[in-house]
């Protein structure tokens, strides 16, 4: 298994811009989580999927953010409009039930 | 919600000593608590996890402790080594399946 996918691995976009970004979860997970690190903040849970399935989005910061996932295979978060302190490391993460998440390479955003 | 706090936030051993970092948590319907190692510039992952039926796990070089009386665990690394460098991060969560990550420890092994 290829593991959890996410593009792009970087993302430099202009204040305003919108931004996508994507990833591909483990095949067979059940749970797809989505999670911003910052030095400031940490690791902040941003919203949760249960078989593909929104259960919990009270991590999403305000309504510039949103997420979606169409299908077992796939899911995106998009940022619009984009503003500097959306610069973060956004990781992507998916599990089988509660036997530990399995999270993908990152997406490093800056928004200048 | 779960608050997980996390200490110290800086560690430095000598190779070969012993490191351990510690957590407590708030939500006592917590039940899996699964420590994750994060290098520079890589995703975190996971190096060993506990349920609450179970009061201590090792594997290898490292094992973790769980007081759920006391809300608290501990990781710890025997005979720690250079590339155990990087930074660990706690988390706790109970049946809703989120984790709730500790601030992390970044441990510095000194040759």
């Known amino acids: 298994d290829a593991g959890v996918i996410q593009s792009p691995r970087h993302e430099v976009t202009e204040m305003g811009q919108e931004v996508t970004l994507r990833c591909k979860p483990i095949?067979?997970?059940?749970?797809l989580f989505w999670y911003r690190q910052t030095m400031m903040r940490g690791l902040e849970l941003l919203i949760y999927?249960?078989?593909?399935?929104?259960?919990?989005d009270s991590g999403m910061p305000e309504d510039r953010f949103s997420a979606k996932m169409p299908n077992a295979s796939f899911s995106t978060l998009k940022i619009q409009p984009s503003e500097p302190r959306d610069s973060a490391v956004y990781f992507c993460?998916?599990?089988?039930?509660?036997?530990?998440?399995?999270f993908g390479s990152g997406t490093r955003l800056t928004v200048v | 919600g779960e608050n997980v706090e996390q200490h110290p936030s800086t560690l430095s051993v000598q190779e070969g000593d012993s490191a351990v970092i510690k957590c407590t948590y708030s939500?006592?319907?917590?039940?899996?608590f699964p420590w994750y190692k994060q290098e520079l510039g890589k995703r975190p992952q996971l190096i060993i996890d506990i349920r609450s039926n179970v009061g201590e796990k090792k594997d290898q070089r490292i094992a973790v402790t769980l007081n759920k009386t006391a809300k608290h665990f501990s990781l710890h690394i025997t005979e720690t080594q250079p590339e155990d460098s990087a930074v660990y991060f706690c988390?706790?969560?109970?049946?809703?399946?989120?984790?709730?990550f500790g601030a992390g420890t970044t441990v510095t092994v000194r040759a």
């Open positions: 095949s067979g997970h059940d749970y």
């Open positions: 988390a706790a969560s109970s049946n809703d399946y989120k984790l709730s």
């Open positions: 999927f249960n078989n593909n399935v929104p259960i919990d």
């Open positions: 993460a998916s599990s089988f039930s509660l036997y530990g998440y399995t």
């Open positions: 939500d006592s319907a917590s039940n899996y």
